[in-house]
């Protein structure tokens, strides 16, 4: 190996260590690709993270890719006018718990229409994903995020997070129908949750003994429920509206597939509700 | 058949609300009856008890309506939201369907396919105690593909708004006071009127009867000549 005057690699037991040399030179690597992207360059956790990503072996998250879901993050935040989701990717990609880089350009590419506008709805809902996923890093849980279980295959099993240390699973939701309609649209969202844990084609059971612990997530958009402080105020407002019932098939829900969810997040402005099976006896 | 790529979205809402509920509950196979059989004259939101138990046509419509009602009399509840839910149950899939037929395209040949909607969602709720709302959460972009295909997008998206049409019929029959449509525009391309129709790209709302016999004869869904609109 041919060392430049001047250019200093390190101790002489690390010059000799040419493993070493190859893991300085893709921190080198590392730092460029988060300075030509405008990354946080200078921080150097984040640095060491982006560079184990580089380097993954099964998985490599190559400058390529990584170009690729900057564009489409500035695309995105540009039809909407913030650098909302530049950040939260660059928030993931800079966390060792966030497990699935690998998934963020496809993720990415669900948020635009097949003419390659941005959907809005579909954006609110990836971030949602996104956001949420971030919140259970905080629980302290390696999370892969957005996640297509057998991706290609009829059944593709997609879950919005996997709870690697919880063995869970969470289906998390963004209803955004306004007006007159909107507490019907929280409803129906809730009942999209029970059905992604009931419904076979949607989540198989093979993957459900794996990860058998369920949890919801329902960020209201909508306006409803502005003024929801307390788990019971939820419950109560799903039993007036007499669509819990006993037996599957007569009524929308029963109290058994409520009760399946280890933890019901309902997201109100800042305030998170969590609802636990109790809640609903 | 064509599989569409869905993503968990909210697309649209359609919802009547009602002040009393007596007529409802007076009338209560009528207004189920009609529920179905505009479905079936449109083959939207088709019954998923029917298709299970091989309702094919308008005929056995009076028998379906009787098995469910005897199926839901036993259990406590208002019958009719029981029965709602009971007709988009399916026993198969454990889980509710909104079975809905498609046209779209394999090749260059239009293909003609039911669709089994598992994302949306079609009930009723109560308000101190009384039926108080028909709700239809539309969570996937089936009918309202465009594909650069103005054939298939007319006959997708006019029979759906036939459909919607005859449900204004239905609940204002059945004195429903309020409705409300929110609609996502990236579903619809040309828009969404107040009412819930989906707009075409000179901002019309076109029904499938204005369009049908001008359709080619492999795009036509038959049983709309064949059913008579229960609620005219």
Redesign the interface.
Known sequence: MKIKKGVSLGSLEEVLDGEKVVQGLGKVRTWEIAKIHDLPSTNTDFLSVLSSRISNSSNPFTKETIEEVLVRAEILDEAVGSTQVKNIITELIGDAKFINHEDLLTNLNSCFSGNGIPDLPKLNTQLNEFCEGQYWITRGEDIKISKELNPGQQYNNEVDGLLLNSNGILEAKYPHVAGLNAINNVFSNLESIIGKFTTESRLTQFWKNIYPKRYGQINIANGSFSNLTEPSEFVQAVRDAGIIGSEPGLSFFTKAELQSLEELHILVGDRRIIITPQDWD | MEQIKI?????????W?FDEDKKLLLNKKEFFKSIILISLKYGINLSTFGIENNLKSAENVDEVVDRIFDI?AD????PL??AI??NF?S?K????IMASVIYSKEGSMPVKYIYND??S?L?C???K?NL??F?Y?L?SNAFG???NNDMLFYTNTTRFNSYIRSLHQLMQKFDAS?F???F?E?NSPFGISKKGYFLDKDDECIFYEDIYDLLPIELRYTPMEMINNPMV
């Open positions: 993503k968990e979205v909210d697309y649209g809402s359609w919802g609300y839901v259990s406590e509840g208002n939201l029981k839910n009971y149950y026993m899939f454990s889980t509710r598992f994302f969602m009930f709720t109560l308000k105690e108080h709302s709700f959460n969570r593909q465009v594909d309020l409300d449509c929110t996502t990236t």
